[in-house]
């Protein structure tokens, strides 16, 4: 286990790691043959400028943590085959967006050493939103944890701590849902809680968070130095990225403002993992190795 007060947000673990980025990138959903045969079949200027232009939405889109639309990737990508096709007198597309998706990710793979990996809905009760999601990640096999270390040194490294205390306070004081079918249970925390815990570790966090309501002026707070931005604006940048899921408090008046829970994310599942949480925690809490109570909540 690397330096867990560094946690590796790009870590190869059993639990994080959800398919092996040596096998290379995947399709959450299955390619069939005839997809290949039909993309194979193309002109190869064509098949190669498609996979080209879907290789660079990968990489634009992903590569600032926004995450991976499937669809909205072939949009751009087979736009610019469309509009180069009607200038050049060329044919229509073919049904190939999945074989097209999965070869782009694979150059993707092979040049930048990037992974793109689908939301992990196999072990989380996420919505159907996500079915066709994706995140550009880059898994590192650093067993010492130094290479991490210094990747991390950089201007997001406050952000990433202020997310292992956001983590850490849902697991030890949010409320357990689900745990069935072969899904992860998970812990959801409100956000009344979250702000207050967070303000009695450092009171530049406000105490309650953001109305939500349109015209509501409560939505920034103090800048604090280390995260280069309010606390609030961090979290809605995590939330945003999937690091962080967030959703409507049930049986709610929403005239008082509208009240959110918050979870451990997708990405925070693929790149840091419950179980590297739970030996931050321990390490914070200073028990040293994690207990045995704290051991079964991974493993339960």
């Known amino acids: ?48 400028a498609l996979i ?6 990968i990489i634009f889109q992903g590569s600032g943590k926004t995450p991976l639309d499937k669809k909205k990737v072939m949009e751009v990508s087979t736009k610019q085959f469309a509009d ?18 999965d070869a782009a990710s694979k150059r993707v793979h092979d040049i930048y050493g990037y992974t793109v990996v689908p939301a992990p809905t196999d072990v989380m009760m996420l919505a159907n939103k996500y079915q066709d999601r994706y995140y550009l990640v880059n898994y590192i096999k650093d067993n010492s944890g130094t290479h991490s270390r210094v990747l991390l040194d950089d201007a997001e490294r406050g952000a990433r701590g202020f997310l292992m205390v956001i983590l850490g306070l849902i697991f030890c004081k949010g409320t357990v849902r689900g745990g069935t079918k072969g899904k992860y249970s998970t812990r959801w925390l409100s956000g009344n809680m979250l702000y207050k815990y ?4 450092d009171d530049r966090v406000p105490e309650e968070p953001p109305l939500n309501l349109k015209g509501s002026t409560n939505r920034r707070s103090t800048q604090i130095e280390s995260l280069s931005d309010d606390a609030v604006t961090i979290i809605d940048k995590l939330v945003s990225q999937d690091y962080l899921l967030r959703e409507k408090a049930e049986n709610q008046d929403e005239s008082d403002g509208i009240q959110y829970l918050y979870s451990m994310g997708p990405r925070s599942i693929l790149e840091i993992g419950r179980k590297q949480l739970i030996y931050f925690m321990a390490e914070v809490m200073d028990e040293g190795e994690p207990s045995e109570a704290m051991l079964h909540e991974f493993e339960g």
């Open 1 to 48: 286990m690397s330096s867990v007060l560094t946690p590796s947000f790009t870590q190869i673990d059993p639990d994080s790691i959800l398919h092996d980025p040596d096998d290379g990138p995947l399709s959450q959903a299955k390619v069939t043959q005839s997809q290949y045969y039909r993309l194979n079949s193309m002109n190869e200027v064509e098949r190669e």
């Open 198 to 201: 967070l303000n009695a570790i």
């Open 52 to 57: 080209r232009a879907t290789a660079r939405a």
């Open 84 to 101: 180069a096709a009607a200038n050049s007198g060329g044919g229509k597309l073919p049904q190939v967006s999945n074989a097209v998706f």
